[in-house]
T-cell receptor
Framework: AQTVTQSQPEMSVQEAETVTLSCTYD???????LFWYKQPPSRQMILVIR??????QNATENRFSVNFQKAAKSFSLKISDSQLGDAAMYFC???????????FGTGTRLKVLA | DSGVTQTPKHLITATGQRVTLRCSPRSGDLSVYWYQQSLDQGLQFLIQ???????AKGNILERFSAQQFPDLHSELNLSSLELGDSALYFC????????????FGSGTQLSVL
């Protein structure tokens, strides 16, 4: 069965600095999608970034980028120039292509220090 | 605003009761997903509907049921409620295709007292 592991329950970063959140997953599939979702104190789940496994190029959305290492089954999220509004829970998620079940990790709580 | 609407935002009830949570997906989205998030936990997949039909089932209790109606809105029914059912219940919708991604509603916070 596929699993998603976020080994960092909590991380802290100084405002304007860079932080990397880790995510590993276990799958025997070759075609799948990976996601990072942000859950701020409002508890709304917001899509941050999406990566297709067949693409070698790492996805980027403004200050957010990923380091996708398919062979290592690693999918880390890098947040550059951290802002106070980045403080949230971040969830990594996996979906196998052709299926409809998204599997989420347990989340990493990011604190941004002024 | 994701375009997914969930009502009510908060629900307080007693053990043994039955409640219904409602979700309206984004315009054009045929898929609706239900997730449960307990305190400081990740999201647990409950069930998915596509265009009115059940498509995938997760760890949904027998006391819980769901359906998707012809207008594509969905309802999650929770019965014989227990204290442990207290959680944030999310609905998400998606349009399937190569660019598929989930869009979440703001959730219904259920408190069972």
């Amino acid at each position: 069965a596929q699993t998603v592991t976020q080994s960092q329950p909590e991380m802290s970063v100084q405002e304007a600095e860079t932080v990397t959140l880790s995510c590993t997953y276990d799958t025997s599939e070759s075609d799948y999608y990976l996601f990072w979702y942000k859950q701020p104190p409002s508890r709304q789940m917001i899509l941050v970034i999406r990566q297709e496994a067949y693409k070698q190029q790492n996805a980027t959305e403004n200050r957010f980028s990923v380091n996708f290492q398919k062979a290592a089954k690693s999918f880390s999220l890098k947040i550059s120039d951290s802002q106070l509004g980045d403080a949230a829970m971040y969830f990594c998620a996996y979906r196998r292509s052709g299926t409809y079940k998204y599997i989420f990790g347990t989340g990493t709580r990011l604190k941004v220090l002024a | 605003d994701s375009g997914v609407t969930q009502t009510p935002k908060h629900l307080i009830t007693a053990t043994g009761q039955r409640v219904t949570l409602r979700c309206s997906p984004r315009s054009g989205d045929l898929s609706v997903y239900w997730y449960q998030q307990s305190l400081d936990q990740g999201l647990q997949f409950l069930i998915q509907y596509y265009n009115g039909e059940e498509r995938a089932k997760g760890n949904i209790l027998e006391r819980f049921s769901a359906q998707q109606f012809p207008d594509l809105h969905s309802e999650l029914n929770l019965s014989s409620l227990e204290l442990g059912d207290s959680a944030l219940y999310f609905c998400a919708s998606s349009v399937e295709g190569v660019d598929e991604k989930l869009f979440f509603g703001s959730g219904t916070q259920l408190s069972v007292l």
